[in-house]
């Protein structure tokens, strides 16, 4: 509904793009015949749920992404993928301006322009709501005075976005970090108390992509799709955060993830049967730096890139089968199976059938406590 207003505000041709990750709602078409009849000159919708799936969250779950250990970066990973395509069609269709509707209170503005700026630099990017002032009212009267065909959905008492990775719900009495959250704001997930009786699944990974449900092939976005039906209905996912803004504010956020949780601990899991001690340890330092370069919106920058490298690098053995199971709100690892696994049985065993030869663990820890003993007994001299 800001189309009209934006093309006299700027005195530019407006083109509109609107992409599709998953969000759900509106029919893409009906969102392209509106901005065309609200005074765009060209409208523009992408199916990019599969291109998401596979080229954005997939790179996290490699990379175990939580912000803050907790936030699969839901919204933080559509951000670079929606300006891939808002630089695309602006260079396409000759366009010198790209235009969002973020407020200037939060991270995706940030990621916006960012993103866009790394892919082209030539390109001016404005936020109408944040720069020109176009409040929701605003827009609306603007609208009714110009009879623009808007769709005016029933006002929700939250702000929330939403696609294939999972649901972020933020404002109205949330805002009180005192406040639970009610029934009301969950849509992904069922109630995680409601006694279903658990029900298991089993994951099978190639090289860090979930390849099999139960067996069945799957894309990596029905892997994800099927996940958040089976883990949703058990209320798996659900995370209620007090989160560090990129712009210094502290805000209260509720995602629910339900298939991003479940596939991140079978993910970390497979990983932790395959990966050589000192990789899985040094990985997990440089998965904070990964979340973190993304959720500040660096997605296309050198060093996100790099790391993506080294996250790939990784996942040369991670293929196996992972069985979960998903029960009140947990999706818990319950078996692992690998024909990369490092697990030897004959090394782990207290039963006969031991190899690990005991009499070299004495030597070890002698060594390996010489620093200790030698700067304690300097130490006590003093
Ligand atoms: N705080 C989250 C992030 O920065 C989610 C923001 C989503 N936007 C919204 N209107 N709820 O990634």
Redesign the pocket.
Known sequence: MGIGWLKDATGKEVIALAIDVGQGGEDMDDIRQRALDCGAVEAVVVDAKDEFAADFVMPALKANAL?QKR?P????LSRPLIAKHLARVAMELGADTIAHGCTGK???QVRFEAAVAALAPSLTSIAPIRDLALTRDKAIIYAEEHGLPIKQSKKNP????KNVWGR????GYLEDPWNAPGDDVWEYTEDPAQGLPGEDVTITFDHGVPVALDGVSVSPLEAIQRLNASAGRHGVGRIDIV?D?LVGIK?R?V?EAPAAIALINAHEELENLVLERDLGRYKRTLEADWANLV?DGLWFSDLKRSLDAFMEHTQKHVSGDIRVRLESGRATVTGRQSPESLYDFDLATYDTGDTFDQSHAKGFIELWSLPSKISAKRNQGK
């Open positions: 912000y936030y970066l839901v919204s933080a939060g991270n995706d939250y702000s929330i976005d972020a719900v933020e404002t989160e803004r805000s956020e995602y959720y």
